[in-house]
């Protein structure tokens, strides 16, 4: 099984819909908590980032992680075409430093 | 904000050649930056660990002779693919922290995608 778990979709909204992307994972000691944009052939670039449990907003973007669950979400609202992108969860725990483990990815089309 | 460098984006080798990659960190010193690999469609799986002066440390099933790492400086991790095949083709990206404690001071160059014919 691995750490990770993330459905890759292809997951498609119609413009101004909210998104909900989810990651599952098996490992409890994971403290810190990620979410990574990347279009395609690209770097991925950090959107949220979550310690420990509860929410977080930026903007458009909320991240929830529920350790109790081992259940992470990113919610995207008003979501637009240039969301389009694969949206990666990443996680660690205190002991591997700044080595992530990450899911599969999903990947967002925002038609408009 | 802090911006990590890959070069080159893309380069294309002969099997049985090799191919070197570099990872910079732009503005910042990075004692350890990481190596990851991507495969389409699949999640970025961690090589190895390259520490500044010091021999990288490699994820289990990871050939370290075949990807050889140097962190010759802090702001310069070269990962070399020896006698590549085309198995060896995929998206490797590398990434390196600008503090100490937070994960969220880790950035992610542009990736280099390597393809061996």
């Known amino acids: 099984q691995k750490e990770v778990e993330q459905d890759p979709g292809p997951l498609s909204v119609p413009e101004g819909a909210i998104v909900s992307l989810n990651c599952t994972y098996s490992n409890s000691a994971f403290q810190y908590f990620m979410w990574y944009r990347q279009y395609s052939r690209k770097g991925p670039e950090l959107l949220m980032y979550?310690?420990?449990?509860g929410n977080k907003e930026d903007g458009r973007f909320t991240a929830q992680v529920d350790k109790s669950s081992k259940y992470i979400s990113l919610f995207i609202r008003d979501s637009q075409p240039s969301d389009s992108a694969t949206y990666l969860c990443?996680?660690?725990?205190?002991?591997?430093?700044?080595?992530?483990?990450f899911g599969k990815g999903t990947s967002l089309l925002v038609t408009p | 904000g802090a911006v990590v460098s890959q070069h080159p984006s893309r380069v294309i080798c002969k099997s049985g050649t090799s191919v070197k990659i570099e990872c910079r960190s732009l503005?910042?010193?990075?004692?350890?930056m990481f190596w990851y690999r991507q495969f389409p469609k699949q999640s970025l799986m961690l090589m190895a660990t390259s520490n500044e002066g010091s021999k990288a440390t490699y994820e289990q099933g990871v050939e370290k002779d075949k990807f050889l790492i140097n962190h010759a400086s802090l702001t310069l991790s070269t990962l070399t693919v020896t006698s590549a095949h085309p198995e060896d083709s995929s998206f490797y990206i590398c990434?390196?922290?600008?503090?100490?404690?937070?994960?969220?001071?880790?950035?992610f160059g542009e990736g280099s995608w390597l393809t061996v014919v």
């Open positions: 990443a996680m660690s725990d205190v002991y591997s430093g700044y080595a992530l483990n």
């Open positions: 990434s390196a922290s600008t503090g100490p404690f937070s994960r969220n001071t880790i950035y």
């Open positions: 503005d910042f010193q990075a004692t350890t």
């Open positions: 979550t310690y420990s449990s």
